[in-house]
Every structure is written in C-alpha cells, then in structure tokens.
C-alpha cells in the first residue's frame, strides 16, 4: 500500500489563515493588534531561521513582532531581566525564548522566569502543570500542531492505540497528554525502550519524537497505521551535501502506514502556525475576546 502524505504546509496555511481573520477582529474590537516578542540569544544558525520565519508568520497574521537579539556571551541575570521586562509591557501578549541556550544559562530559570500567561510555548511548569490535570493552559506548539494534524485526519481518536516515541518536555510527555484527553491508550516509548519494534507495531498512531534519523523502520508499523514525524535531522548526503530526514524511514514507512507526514513539510509547518494561534488566544484572554472553539 501507499501512505496517503499529511500536508503539513497546507494545513498550517489554513490555521495561519483563520488566525489572520480573527486578528483582524480583534484589532477593529481593541484598538491594538496582538504582540509576540521573540528572544534569541547568540547566532546559532539554524535557531536564527526559526526566528526569521516565526517573525515573518507574526507579521502576515497581522501581529506586532518584538525580535531581541542579544550577545552569546549575555549573563543569565540580563536574560532574566529581559523576561521580565517583556512581562509587564502591555504590547507583548506572548513571550518565546528560542532555545537552545548557550551552556552558562540555565534554560529552566529562563523558562520560569515567563508569565505563563504569556508563555505561548507552553514550556512553563505551570502551564505543563495545567495540561497534566486537563485545565485550560498553553500547549506546546509543536504537539498541539501534531494533535490537529491527526485529528484532520482521523477524526475521532476515542479508544485508539497510541505509542509516542520520545520523552522529551517539549514533545513527547505533553504529545501523550494530549492523547490521553482525546481517550486514547498511550503508551510512551524511548530509545532505551525494549523490544520497541513490537511496542510500535500494535499501535493506531505513532508519533516519532526520539531525535534520531530514520529510527522507526516501516517494518515496526501495523498496516495502516498513522505515523506523525516530529524528527528534523540534517544528515550527509552524496558530494557533502546535507538534507534533512526525520525519526522515521520514510522510503519503507510509506509502503506500510495508512498516513503519514513528510520531512520536511509535515510537521514544522504546523509548529509556527500554532505559535501564532496561541499567541491570539493570549491576547484575545487578556483583553476578554471571544475567539471560534476550533481555532
């Protein structure tokens, strides 16, 4: 069989599209447009890519975007400072710390440091704290991203199998929150999980969040599975050219699964277009906007 491919840019133009409506809105009700402050601290390549596109998004949806671009070599203490001032500035409805940070800052102290109600990358332990006990809270973006993914997909998820592979606070625990609120069996897995293969093998939905390329081999899927791919891993190519691969073996996954989304195109997408909604929803909750349910 061949997968049908999850359109992850089609899908984040259409989320991007709908938040663009509702800023509009918002701005004729308040007076103001909805504001995303962006701290990046160094020149780390790749992290001044995400910030470029995220403040590019920020602008097209109609928001303000607040870039700081701050030294590698910047103390903790100034980094928190920073933070704090972005708090308390009524522009700023949502605060991302793009990371990772240099090695002589902690990026928990940086983290705690926001005002989960302006941590719109849902990285706050309250904000984690919130999703743990199904409260209303902020999402990380990349998961919340896979979550509407899957369910344009497959609709209802009541009593379906899951297996997330990987643990991480920014993916794989708040991914299988997630789950377990749609009334999914969830199962987290890892790589030093045993016989892994035949753990993934009985599930319904995979999401591969482990960090390393190619890991989840077609032979691991049931047929007809739903495979997420959160993995972005820059590999060697032939004449020292490099592209990117995600978690999962595409090439045989494909043959295997009933959906799944590419690398790149699937997922990453989606990652910057629910930035820009939780950042909506952050300015629409501080200003008493009333948004759709299903933004």
Partial sequence: MSAR?????????????????EVA????????????????????????????????ATLEAGMQSFEHKLPVDISEGDLVDLVYELNTDPAVDGILVQLPLPDHIDANQV???????????????????????????????????CLKLLKAELGDLSGKEAVVV?????????????????HCTVTIAHSRTRDLPD?????????AAVGRPAMVQGDWL?????????????????GGNSHLVGDVDFASASKVAGA?????????PMTIACLIRNTLVSAARRDGFSLPEDL
């Avoid at 992290?47 to 403040?55: E, L, M, P, Q, T």
């Avoid at 739903?226 to 993995?231: F, N, Q």
């Fill in 5 to 21: 491919i999850i359109d992850g840019k089609a899908a984040a133009a259409a989320l991007r599209a709908r938040a663009a409506v």
């Fill in 25 to 56: 809105k918002f701005r004729v009700a308040t007076g103001r447009a909805p504001g995303l402050a962006v701290v990046l601290v160094g020149d780390d390549p790749a992290s001044a890519v995400y910030v470029r596109s995220k403040g590019k």
């Fill in 111 to 145: 983290i705690t440091a926001i005002d989960p109600d302006k941590d719109v990358d849902g990285f706050h332990p309250v904000n984690a704290g919130r999703l743990a006990i199904g409260l209303p809270g902020f999402v990380p973006c990349t998961p919340l991203g």
């Fill in 166 to 182: 990987g643990r991480s606070n920014i993916v794989g625990k708040p991914m299988a929150m997630l789950l377990l609120a749609e």
């Fill in 199 to 207: 753990i993934v093998r009985r599930a319904d939905i995979v999401v």
């Fill in 222 to 238: 049931a047929p007809g599975a739903t495979v997420i791919d959160v993995g972005i891993n820059r590999v060697a190519g032939e």
């Fill in 260 to 268: 799944i989304t590419p690398v790149p195109g699937g997922v990453g």
